[in-house]
């Protein structure tokens, strides 16, 4: 007979106790070095940045144009000598050109160690608001530009003094906006703008009246107009009613 089979004892697996491990502290000496160096680095930035080492010495202003130009470019570098490169106060540079309607925005460009290029936004005029004998220069917003040149924009014609400092009159508005729209080259060829029997017309300083109506689709209208003011055909015309731009 073989030998009487052993039965293995049951190994059963203890759970030893788990200690939650502390985080050794550092030493309270090296926090405040490490408390103190930031500082010396924070206040050394602080002094840095606003230290005559990199003091604004040359501004180039660009983007400024027209008769008020000059003023322009007076305003901001009178404005940007107390500045630094490493600290342009923006907001200061475009509260020194509130003054001129001309300027959108300004946009900052600092170059180390003493460099500073300001390039001026300036709105783009789409027409000339005509009354009392003079003409102002109007953006597509309906802001008044006063003080920029008139030249050769086409003409809105208000009734009354100008409405302070833009376009609130709905019919003007309207003008304005048919103007904003057209493509610039023939936007430029717009000697007058009026409300006519058939609603928003535009007149050519040479070739035909365009009659828009309304101001909707005001875009597909202008592209109406080009395809047939292009067609040799169209040569000789008096008037391009656009009003169905499909046609």
Do not use: N, Y
């Not at 009178?78 to 509260?95: E, F, Y």
């Not at 080009?226 to 040799?232: E, G, I, N, W």
């Amino acid at each position: 007979m073989g030998a009487p089979s052993v039965p293995f004892p049951r190994l059963q697996a203890r759970r030893l106790p788990v200690r939650a491990g502390r985080v050794p502290r550092p030493p309270a000496r090296l926090l405040f070095i490490a408390a103190a160096l930031i500082a010396v680095l924070l206040g050394g930035w602080l002094w840095l940045r606003d230290s005559p080492l990199v003091g604004v010495r040359q501004v180039t202003v660009t983007g400024a144009d027209g008769p008020q130009a000059a003023q322009i470019r007076r305003a901001v570098e009178q404005a940007a000598s107390g500045m630094t490169t490493l600290h342009v106060d923006t907001d200061a540079l475009r509260k020194a050109l509130a003054g001129f309607p001309i300027v959108q925005d300004v946009r900052v460009h600092p170059s180390l160690p003493h460099r500073l290029r300001v390039e001026v936004v300036e709105h783009d005029a789409v027409g000339a608001i005509a009354v009392g004998g003079r003409r102002v220069p109007v953006a597509a917003s309906g802001l008044l530009l006063s003080g920029a040149p008139a030249g050769s924009l086409p003409t809105l014609t208000v009734r009354g003094a100008l409405p302070g400092d833009r376009v609130r009159d709905r019919r003007v508005l309207a003008e304005v906006h048919l103007l904003a729209a057209a493509p610039r080259p023939l936007r430029m060829r717009v000697g007058k703008v009026f409300m006519g029997p058939k609603g928003l017309t535009a007149r050519l300083s040479a070739g035909p009246q365009l009659v828009f109506g309304g101001t909707d689709r005001l875009a597909a209208k202008w592209a109406a107009a080009v395809a047939v003011l292009a067609d040799p055909s169209s040569a000789g015309a008096t008037a391009l009613d656009l009003r169905v731009p499909e046609r």
